[in-house]
């Protein structure tokens, strides 16, 4: 039977306390909210850490997606199944809802948060390609209330590294809206239902006039990180969308991103997948942004 190496648990009741005693207990301390992904690295011994801090009464304080004018923010607690059935996401990003039911299974929906989805840090994980199409900034506090604020490149430093210390906690992600008809879509292919990504691509789109003011892309299990392809940005500005719009930026997904060969498929398999569901998301973008 497979079990962690002993630890202590400790129970935070607010932010500020669970910053305490990261602060505390240093590098030898790990927070858990959900748990679907660290605990099993755990039992595997792939990670060990003396104490785990319970974070799971803070989603009172960081479980929320607020909506204004110029941006959605969305508390780091906040969990998958809430992001699923959010009618407020679903009217601004449909994105996120297209992830969502291809995410695991209901038991992990429940418990997990989009906080320890994004710190996981993951290459194949959804709802990082999802915030790197979307041009998502993550908000993360520190100890004395000190904030700062870092894009999704600058959040990922490697796989399974992120930009917060030992010290800190991701406590918010921040979504920019723009007064624009926008469009977007997340689609992914997997070995069996729920299953981490084969390959993922998401894209966003924003219409001007019948022309595509901004468009992003995101693709994930194509590298050592989430990666967002600026040159795809680049190429459709200022145009009409149609076909051979898709497939130049399917091309440009293609040769841009650096997938290995491995059990879910080889390279140049991930990079046809790439190159496909790159068109197909891009097109379902403007559909809806059309509508």
Not at 53 to 70: A, F, P, Q, V
Not at 95 to 123: M, Y
Request: proline fraction near 5%.
């Amino acid at each position: 039977m497979q079990v962690p190496a002993p630890f202590e648990y400790e129970r935070a009741t607010s932010v500020d306390q669970a910053i305490g005693l990261l602060e505390r207990l240093g590098g030898s301390a790990r927070l858990v909210a959900g748990g679907h992904s660290l605990l099993p690295m755990m039992k595997l011994r792939l990670a060990n850490f003396e104490y785990l801090i319970d974070i799971n009464d803070l989603h009172t304080e960081l479980g929320y997606i607020r909506l204004s004018d110029d941006e959605v923010r969305i508390g780091a607690m906040t969990r998958h199944r809430e992001l699923l059935e959010s009618d407020v996401l679903a009217d601004v990003f449909p994105i996120f809802a297209d992830a969502e039911k291809v995410i695991a299974d209901p038991v992990v929906r429940n418990r997990g948060t989009l906080g320890g989805s994004l710190c996981q840090a993951d290459p194949s994980e959804d709802l990082s390609a999802v915030c790197t199409t979307l041009d998502a900034s993550c908000v993360i506090r520190g100890p004395g209330g000190s904030e700062r604020l870092v894009t999704m490149e600058q959040f990922y430093v490697g796989p399974y590294e992120t930009a917060v210390a030992d010290n800190e906690i991701l406590t918010e992600i921040r979504i920019p809206r723009k007064n624009l008809p926008v469009g977007s879509a997340y689609a992914k292919v997997e070995r069996r239902a729920g299953d981490w990504a084969v390959v993922s691509a998401g894209a966003a789109v924003w219409l001007d006039g019948g022309r595509i003011r901004d468009a992003r892309v995101g693709l994930a299990a194509v590298g050592p990180n989430t990666t967002g392809l600026p040159e795809i940005s680049a190429a459709l500005r200022g145009h009409e969308p149609d076909e051979s719009l898709y497939e130049l930026a399917g091309a440009i997904a293609a040769r841009s991103c650096d997938p290995v060969t491995d059990s879910r498929g080889s390279a140049g398999y991930k990079r046809h997948l790439a190159d496909e569901l790159t068109r197909r998301t891009l097109r379902k973008a403007v559909e809806r942004a059309r509508s």
